[in-house]
């Protein structure tokens, strides 16, 4: 059950950063292969290695169930990367922007960027995009509009790192949150689920998801 996500836009800065994997703990590496470790599209079944770089990250979550379902191991596995897989970069001018990569999900485009060297980072997401009938122009329309907006992103970063996410839910006018607030939600999501199913609680989230997705 549920919908894929769909790589849409590397850029050309995050693409080639490496991954140092000697660092991450073996919990997150383990969940990431468990996950997204075989390549179901290839001839015969395939076994992939840890991604050397950003790009090869991005490209291994292509297709697979990732935006939409951030679970806790999803974000942690995140702030891992970002935290002790990347080195820490800095500028002359004003904070650096980390690592990103631009994603499809549903009718939205998702992106998520990391704070090399730091526990933290950001996801977020575009307004509803009008579905086309064409694959082909929804794809190069969904590139596009994560290529208009990475400026935006970049820029708003350097100024406010994460800060503006945390305080207003919001990232260059797309909606967005912080990595750390989306492992509180998704961790809190999980404790009340785990309770059981006449607990008020339970009941009170099943309720909400059936308000939200009759919206």
Same mark, same amino acid.
């Given at each position: 059950?549920?919908? &894929?996500?769909? *790589?849409?836009?590397?850029?050309?800065?995050?693409?080639?950063?490496?991954?140092?994997w +000697?660092?991450? &703990?073996?919990?997150?590496?383990?969940?990431?292969?468990s996950?997204?470790?075989? =390549?179901?599209?290839? &001839?015969? /079944?395939?076994?992939?290695? *840890?991604?050397?770089?950003?790009?090869?990250?991005?490209?291994?979550?292509?297709g697979?169930?990732?935006?939409?379902?951030?679970r806790?191991?999803?974000?942690?596995?995140?702030?891992?990367?970002?935290?002790?897989? *990347?080195? /820490?970069?800095?500028?002359? =001018?004003?904070?650096?922007v980390?690592?990103?990569?631009?994603?499809?999900?549903? +009718?939205?485009?998702?992106?998520?960027?990391?704070? &090399?060297?730091q526990?933290?980072?950001? !996801?977020?997401?575009?307004?509803?995009?009008?579905?086309?009938?064409?694959?082909?122009?929804?794809?190069?329309r =969904?590139?596009?509009?994560?290529?208009?907006?990475?400026?935006?992103?970049?820029? /708003? !970063?350097?100024?406010?790192?994460?800060?503006?996410?945390e305080?207003?839910?919001k !990232?260059?006018?797309?909606?967005?949150?912080?990595?750390?607030?989306?492992?509180?939600?998704?961790?809190?999501?999980?404790?009340?689920?785990?309770?059981?199913?006449?607990?008020?609680?339970?009941?009170?989230?099943?309720?909400?998801?059936?308000?939200?997705?009759?919206?």
């Amino acid at each position: 059950m549920g919908d &894929p996500s769909y *790589l849409r836009f590397v850029p050309a800065t995050s693409a080639t950063v490496p991954i140092d994997w +000697s660092k991450i &703990p073996e919990a997150s590496k383990k969940f990431l292969l468990s996950g997204w470790g075989t =390549d179901w599209s290839a &001839p015969e /079944e395939t076994i992939r290695s *840890l991604p050397a770089t950003i790009d090869d990250l991005a490209k291994m979550f292509d297709g697979s169930k990732f935006f939409g379902y951030m679970r806790a191991k999803v974000c942690t596995l995140l702030l891992d990367i970002s935290e002790f897989g *990347l080195a /820490e970069i800095r500028t002359d =001018d004003g904070r650096p922007v980390g690592p990103h990569f631009y994603m499809k999900y549903l +009718s939205q485009v998702w992106f998520v960027i990391f704070v &090399p060297g730091q526990r933290d980072g950001m !996801v977020g997401y575009s307004p509803e995009l009008q579905y086309l009938e064409e694959e082909g122009e929804d794809i190069a329309r =969904d590139k596009q509009v994560a290529e208009d907006f990475d400026p935006e992103l970049c820029e /708003e !970063v350097r100024r406010w790192g994460t800060l503006g996410a945390e305080a207003m839910k919001k !990232v260059a006018g797309w909606e967005g949150s912080t990595l750390r607030s989306s492992l509180e939600t998704a961790q809190m999501a999980e404790a009340i689920m785990a309770l059981p199913m006449d607990h008020p609680a339970h009941r009170a989230m099943i309720e909400n998801l059936f308000s939200s997705l009759g919206r």
